[in-house]
């Protein structure tokens, strides 16, 4: 999901979650914590299997209103630095 483009690096975006054609596994956030809630919203009716939020990134209510919903959450940790300590690259 990006708003701010139609295409990067020759992958379509969309203007939000909700738009994009399905399944999703996971909704990554890069967004300041008070914009999280309309997101986990999106990641919901969706149905997408999980909602990362990055290192920075923490938003409890939103966190917990994706448990709620039956989404798997992650919070305040970032993918690329688990796939490393996991002994994974990209």
Not at 6 to 14: H, N
Not at 19 to 48: C, H, L, N, S, Y
Not at 50 to 62: H, K, N, S, T
Request: charged letters at 25%.
């Amino acid at each position: 999901m990006n708003p701010a483009y139609d295409e990067v690096l020759g992958e379509k975006c969309y203007p939000s979650v909700r738009e994009a054609p399905g399944p999703i596994d996971i909704v990554d956030v890069f967004r300041k914590p008070d914009e999280v809630m309309a997101v986990a919203e999106d990641a919901i009716a969706a149905g997408a299997g999980c909602l990362w939020l990055q290192l920075g990134v923490i938003a409890p209510e939103a966190a917990q209103r994706a448990a709620d919903a039956g989404l798997k959450v992650v919070m305040n940790r970032c993918t690329e630095v688990e796939h490393m300590a996991l002994g994974r690259q990209g």
